[in-house]
């Protein structure tokens, strides 16, 4: 499986912004973790990474001022990123290419100065809880009664489980929006495009109902085999989703792939099967935003229990 990296401006791999995902953001949402548990294990913990951090800085910086800085320097970098292509947007209305260009660019100028905020505060956060702790006014509950090793691992195998139910209604979730985010525009777009002589075209005689209806027709079948690819995709992304999706599909009698394509295709207009590309069941979908939800509040209040 691939690690999750971040795009730059012009596509691409964006090196910096995947390493700030990595070296910035992920061990500030640690050390926020670990001093919030308020654990004396813990905390000695990130005092022992601030120590031998601040032994190398000079006029007694600790990690978190240095974090914060970063993350201070890429908000403004960002944000004059956003101020520079909002200014460009209203130039390049005369070209539809440059301005796509310029939005996308805008987009990301936009998402880089959401992961700065993001490291300011969660460093922020680390460091003020951190001086909370070492002038004592973050004091450690007094000591109780130990919670026993079976109590914990009851608790431990709620989390892993609700954990684990919760990948099979994500995986529809990451399906929809992927669809939402991909199909859905580009079949708006070619519906729009559709004239009324080649909604009655079928695949298998659309080139004799003339160039524009085969084009057509090429076009959302090309969009049918991207929604394929899109649930593929989100199924692979989701060991149990994929397990529960096939079994639901089977309930269904329903088989994905290419052969459905291809049956669609035989026995639908072109124009009906894209009118139905990103068709999805809204109750079915609901259910599982709510049940992602339920899932996740038992994760996290299995965790507390195990922390207790």
Same mark, same amino acid.
């Given at each position: ?109 936009? @998402?880089? &100065?959401?992961? /700065?905020? %993001?490291?300011?505060? =969660? !460093?922020?956060?680390?460091?003020? $809880? ?90 959302? @079948?090309? &969009?049918?085999? /991207?929604? %394929?690819?899109?649930? =593929? !995709?989100?199924?692979?992304?989701? $060991? ?69």
């Amino acid at each position: 499986m691939m690690l999750p990296h971040f795009l730059d401006n012009n596509g691409s791999f964006g090196i910096g912004w995947t390493m700030y995902l990595y070296l910035v953001l992920l061990p500030g949402f640690l050390v926020c973790l670990l001093l919030c548990i308020n654990k004396i294990g813990f905390t000695q913990l990130v005092d022992f990474l601030q120590n031998q951090f601040t032994s190398r800085l000079p006029l007694e910086m600790n990690l978190s001022t240095f974090m914060v800085s970063i993350s201070a320097m890429g908000c403004w970098m960002s944000f004059s990123g956003m101020q520079r292509y909002q200014a460009r947007i209203g130039l390049d209305k005369v070209s539809l290419q440059g301005n796509e260009q310029t939005l996308k660019m805008y987009f990301f100028e936009s @998402r880089n &100065l959401a992961l /700065s905020l %993001l490291g300011l505060v =969660l !460093w922020s956060m680390a460091g003020r $809880l951190q001086s909370l702790h070492r002038s004592g006014q973050l004091v450690q509950p007094a000591a109780q009664a130990p919670r026993g090793l079976g109590y914990r691992m009851k608790f431990t195998a709620l989390a892993l489980a609700a954990l684990a139910f919760a990948d099979i209604p994500m995986c529809r979730m990451t399906y929809n929006f992927s669809l939402a985010m991909t199909v859905t525009p580009a079949k708006e777009n070619l519906l729009a495009q559709w004239p009324p002589t080649c909604q009655k075209a079928m695949w298998h005689s659309c080139a004799t109902d003339g160039p524009q209806c085969e084009d057509l027709c090429k076009q959302a @079948r090309d &969009l049918s085999q /991207s929604r %394929l690819d899109t649930m =593929l !995709w989100a199924r692979d992304a989701h $060991l149990l989703g994929r397990v529960g999706a096939e079994y639901f599909d089977e309930a269904r009698d329903v088989k994905q792939g290419q052969s459905r394509i291809d049956q669609l295709f035989k026995e639908k207009t072109c124009h009906r099967v894209l009118q139905s590309v990103d068709k999805s069941n809204d109750m079915i979908n609901y259910f599982c935003i709510f049940a992602v939800f339920v899932c996740m509040l038992l994760f996290i209040s299995a965790v507390g229990n195990v922390f207790v």
